[in-house]
């Protein structure tokens, strides 16, 4: 059974689970040069037969065994030149005996003949079966982080770089796609045969093979092919989601100061893809799930972003290559970055700041809920458990923390200088270092410290307030994640932070009439007082101008304060931050601000950010105030608003809801949302009166908005997931987790069952937890993650053997963890004392009495005003 371990500074949990170990690099025999995989697929048959020859340059004289990775593996025959060799094979390693030993500068050229049956990773087989008439025939492969093993046998580590070359019979309708260029292609019979050739050094990891009856479209970028694979009669979707590509490359290229440096790009959509996609060298591997139609494109930038993430991947992972997983963040960091530095480009500075904002909250929600760890460390128990969201987005935040330190022009030259020197190399963290030292002169080596190779951020706690008689502003500033002691010293950050006082211009200027009086100061102790000479008092107070430092802030400023910074602040992070605190402080006066900021707000992010804020505070004026947003041309803003009357249920909400839930909207994720909103809010206080009609709009919906991803559908269902007593609820639920629906639905109908389950009688409660045990026993990775989900919510202990027996028999490393994470959760729930839930509900039912008590009250307040 698995134990919390928490830390003995802070009261975050471990990182590293019980197993955890440091992992290195294997000491090397030589280098290998070059891989050529020779492979003949029986695709109805799900097997495959061939050849792996690796050719080796011994790094010293007199090596006498060779030890190679390669899991279930059917292993024939092991040459070098033409002498046989005699070998071990336990079905995880492969051990060969070289006769005669190794000469250093004589290359040897080690010949595998193997079968795969029925592979488990690796690579992947899709074919149509009984459920899915419709599925297309796919072959793929996925190999990061050390799945190449499962596919063919191979030094499996990032460090070795080699050249490849992918030579492959498919039946003859098929295409088959690899990395580099096609050498030829040849007819014999019923087969085709593809060669494929990569010329420049890439790691196993990279190594790729997909195998389809695809549609191929032409772009280029500089005379190169830049090509889209996608299912037939996708072709229309490809170029909405992949048409930007060339300029991407365009841009990428300038901006890494490389050329793109591949003979062509490839996307391939695949179905069953495991992730969002895969950076293989110059041959990308995408889910089919991106591609978007037009009506989707409306307020999905994620497919653009995925498309920019991996493109960036050629220049940060495939051309410059990590030499250890540990140090996967300057790969993944860099190119989750770019995808900010992509939305900068594309979208502008506002929508690129709101992006960090969320990539850092995406970070913070990891930190305080999952683990605190350094982004750099080499112990656990898999490296796949290392690809989180401190990898990705706090890695991108770093970045951007290092650009904000060196300035634009050095940051640009830093990168070029990087990816200059390291060119088809390996690289560690400290590489990045001095680089940067390189081109600015400047060391960063303390801001590594305290964010790369150490957890956490700091928290500010930030007061303000203004002496007349003196004309001085003061601000205290305290590091509230210090906590008194012996370790607090340890857990202080120490950086430099800029603090702007800011001045409203004319009115008629509009906003950019603010000026800010900027001060630079040094914050490194537990709490500090800085006072600021000012010619007059200002009419806002903007902490960490420009939000470049990734941190939580509270900012405990006047309320008049808080009003101009929502209204006048430059900066779009800091107008957020001062509608958080506003909604904060509640009353009329802070629902009056941001009701009228979301009418005059122009930057979508900001409105979608003060709908959700106006939701937190329990007065009527904020719902007569957020239901403007419902007009909004932006649709995610008309999401945000959708999302936060969710939350408040009354009869108000309900009718504001209910038209966009019955005649749908432009865009499906605002239709999906009013659906799921309705579900919330019938179980509210308007109880059993509305929950029939809402049960029938949702059955009429699910039978007749099918659509794109099953976005809408699975909208229904996350509605019925909230009707927790409601068996007619559940028995619909039940219904979509039937093989045989649409995959999305169907998996967003197993992640409902957790959330249904907490209001039903036992005997639905065992009919639930039947079922998730049936479905438990399936093999596809994401039936694995929604299972996990929906068990992760439950409050039973029977959930605990469930997923037990799940993370104990899965061999995906992201499934054991995460169903290891929901036992701990499961048993926090099922010791969680009955009494205090029950409390919870009834101090709900008084804060609602409440609502309405204080509203009369504020507006009486205001007329007396």
């Given amino acids: 059974m698995s134990q919390v371990f928490l830390d003995s500074e802070n009261s975050h949990k471990s990182f590293e689970l019980p197993g955890a170990k440091p992992h290195y690099n294997p000491d090397r025999p030589g280098q290998v040069e070059h ?26 004289d007199g090596i006498d065994r060779l030890t190679l990775d390669a899991v279930n593996l059917q292993i024939e025959s092991v040459q070098v030149g033409e002498t046989k060799q005699s070998f071990d094979y336990d079905g995880e390693l492969l051990h060969i005996q070289l006769e005669p030993t190794t000469k250093v500068g004589e290359a040897i050229e080690v010949a595998i003949a193997y079968s795969v049956n029925k592979p488990q990773r690796g690579i992947y087989f899709i074919a149509p079966d009984k459920h899915y008439p419709d599925k297309p025939v796919q072959v793929w492969t996925q190999g990061e982080d050390e799945d190449s093993r499962f596919w063919f046998p191979c030094f499996d580590y990032p460090g070795q770089l080699a050249t490849s070359e992918i030579r492959v019979r498919v039946p003859r309708q098929l295409m088959a796609i690899s990395n580099g260029e096609l050498v030829k292609t040849e007819a014999d019979g019923d087969d085709k045969i593809y060669h494929w050739h990569q010329k420049q050094v890439h790691p196993t990891y990279l190594m790729t093979l997909a195998v389809g009856d695809f549609a191929e479209l032409q772009d280029e970028w500089n005379g190169k092919p830049v090509t889209y694979y996608v299912e037939k009669g996708k072709e229309q979707e490809a170029r909405i989601s992949m048409g930007k590509t060339p300029r991407m490359i365009e841009f990428f290229s300038e901006k890494y100061g490389y050329a793109y440096p591949y003979p062509k790009y490839a996307q391939v959509c695949v179905d069953d893809f495991i992730f969002g996609g895969m950076e293989n060298t110059s041959t990308t591997l995408l889910t089919d799930r991106c591609l978007l139609d037009e009506r989707a494109a409306l307020d999905n930038r994620g497919t653009e972003s995925l498309v920019a993430h991996e493109l960036a991947h050629q220049w940060f992972g495939d051309l410059v290559v990590i030499k250890h997983w540990s140090h996967a963040w300057l790969k993944e960091g860099m190119a989750s970055y770019s995808e900010i530095m992509w939305t900068d480009y594309e979208y502008g500075a506002e929508d690129a700041a709101y992006y960090r904002l969320n990539e850092a909250r995406n970070y913070l929600d990891e930190d305080s809920s999952r683990y605190r760890r350094p982004i750099v460390t080499h112990v656990y128990r898999e490296a796949i458990e290392l690809y989180d969201r401190h990898l990705y987005e706090k890695g991108a935040c770093v970045y951007h923390m290092i650009r904000a330190e060196l300035g634009d022009d050095l940051f640009w030259k830093a990168v070029a200088t990087f990816v200059n020197d390291n060119a088809h190399k390996t690289v560690e963290t400290v590489d990045l270092l001095r680089a940067i030292e390189k081109a600015s002169g400047r060391n960063l080596l303390f801001l590594f410290d305290q964010y790369v190779y150490r957890g956490g951020h700091p928290d500010y706690k930030v007061a303000y307030s203004w002496d007349n008689d003196s004309n001085l502003a003061k601000v205290t500033v305290t590091q509230t994640q210090a906590k008194e002691g012996n370790g607090s010293q340890s857990e202080l950050f120490d950086l430099k932070v800029p603090i702007g006082f800011g001045y409203v211009g004319d009115e008629a200027e509009g906003k950019n009439a603010s000026k800010l009086k900027t001060f630079s100061v040094r914050i490194h102790e537990k709490e500090q007082a800085f006072y600021f000479p000012l010619e007059k008092k200002p009419d ?326």
């Fill in 35 to 60: 891989i050529f995989l020779d492979l003949a697929l029986d695709i109805p048959n799900q097997s495959y037969q061939g050849t792996c020859t690796i050719r080796l340059n011994p790094v010293r």
């Fill in 540 to 865: 806002f107070v903007s902490f960490d101008v420009g939000n470049h430092i990734l941190k939580t802030v509270v900012l405990e400023y006047p309320l008049p304060e808080l009003k101009v910074q929502l209204k006048a602040d430059p900066d779009p992070l800091s107008r957020i931050v001062a509608a958080e605190m506003l909604a904060k402080k509640g009353g009329l006066e802070a629902v009056n601000a941001l009701n009228d900021a979301l009418k005059q707000e122009p930057f979508w992010g900001v409105r979608f950010e003060l709908a959700k804020n106006l939701a937190t505070i329990k007065l009527d004026q904020a719902l007569e105030g957020l239901t403007a947003g419902l007009k909004d041309a932006d649709a995610r803003v008309r999401r945000a608003t959708v999302e936060a009357l969710s939350t408040i249920k009354t009869r108000e909400s309900y009718k504001a809801l209910k038209p966009i839930a019955e005649e749908g909207d432009a865009s499906y994720y605002v239709e999906a949302a009013a659906i799921r909103g309705l579900g919330s809010i019938v179980t509210g206080s308007l109880g059993s009166s509305k929950e029939e009609k809402v049960l029938k709009l949702l059955k009429s919906v699910l039978r007749e908005r099918q659509g794109w991803n099953e976005v809408v559908r699975s909208g229904a269902i996350g509605a019925l997931s909230q009707m927790k007593t409601s068996e007619e609820a559940l028995n619909l639920i039940l219904e979509y987790t039937a093989p045989g629906t649409p995959q999305a639905l169907r998996l967003a109908a197993i992640r409902a069952l957790g959330a249904v389950s907490s209001g039903q009688t036992n005997s639905s409660l065992e009919r639930i937890l039947d079922r998730l045990q049936e479905l438990s026993r399936e093999t596809f990775f994401l039936t694995q993650v929604s299972v996990v989900i929906a068990l992760g919510q439950m409050e039973t202990a029977r959930a605990i053997g469930i997923l037990q027996a799940l993370a104990d028999q899965t061999p995906d490393g992201r499934v054991r963890r995460i169903a290891e994470e929901a036992v701990q959760r499961v048993q926090k729930n099922v010791g969680s004392d009955k009494a205090v839930k029950q409390l919870r509900e009834e101090l709900d039912q008084l804060k609602q009495a409440n609502q309405e008590l204080r509203s009369r009250l504020e507006n009486l307040e205001a007329k007396a005003k």
